[in-house]
């Protein structure tokens, strides 16, 4: 069964520096979305995106953030400088039809 | 601003027994509504949804019910097992601008033998 893949399972980084967290959405979908979850608390969406633009997004999706589609499977999430409180799980979703969501498994991303 | 959210943070249960896991809502224009079950170090996974216009929905085992009037959203396990502990999210959209889930904070579901 086709599934959404994520990678890195977990990044360190120092604050200040950029990260890309990535992800290989399953392979006909054709919406995308990036959520976070701070620990022990609920998952939160940040961006939405379709036909190669930014459909939605939150008031946590600042200016640090940004996405991509840079190759027709991969979609990719970018935080500019991070900061300690982007810590958090970062979860990615696809969807067909505009009516399904499926998650990746998560990238665990650590600010020190 | 509006949320989700849910009464019980942890559920404990003995295998057999059928789980109840409780959610609030407070969008009164939300129409869509779906369960979701997070396994430890994986991400959320949908089980069932449902939309405004019904007051249940029945799957495998689960249960969905939507009461509107007091805007809570109820998912029922029945013959709960251990492979059914996990987290359990409720999300809230609005169809027309489904890209938009609003999740709750989760219920832990503890099952055991």
């Known amino acids: 069964e086709p599934e959404v893949t994520q990678t890195p399972s977990h990044q360190v980084t120092q604050m200040g520096q950029e990260v890309i967290l990535r992800c290989v959405p399953i392979s006909n979908h054709l919406y995308f979305y990036w959520y976070r979850q701070i620990l022990g608390q609920k998952v939160e969406f940040l961006v939405s995106f379709y036909n190669n633009e930014i459909s939605e997004k939150s008031e946590i999706f600042d200016d640090q953030f940004s996405v991509e589609r840079p190759d027709g499977s991969n979609f990719t999430l970018k935080i500019r400088s991070t900061k300690l409180e982007d810590s958090a799980m970062y979860f990615c979703a696809s969807d067909r039809n505009n009516n399904e969501q499926f998650f990746g498994p998560g990238t665990r991303l650590t600010v020190l | 601003g509006e949320s989700v959210g849910l009464h019980l943070p942890t559920l404990s249960v003995q295998e057999g027994d059928n789980s109840i896991i409780n959610c609030a809502y407070s969008n009164s224009a939300s129409d869509y509504f779906i369960w979701y079950k997070q396994e430890s170090g994986k991400g959320p996974q949908f089980i069932i949804d449902i939309r405004s216009n019904m007051d249940k929905r029945q799957g495998q085992r689960v249960t969905v019910l939507l009461n509107k009037t007091v805007k809570h959203l109820s998912l029922q396990i029945a013959a709960t097992q251990p492979g059914d502990s996990a987290v359990y999210f409720c999300?809230?959209?609005?169809?027309?601008?489904?890209?938009?889930?609003?999740f709750g904070k989760g219920t832990m579901l503890l099952v055991s033998p």
């Open positions: 999300a809230e959209t609005l169809l027309s601008g489904y890209s938009t889930l609003t």
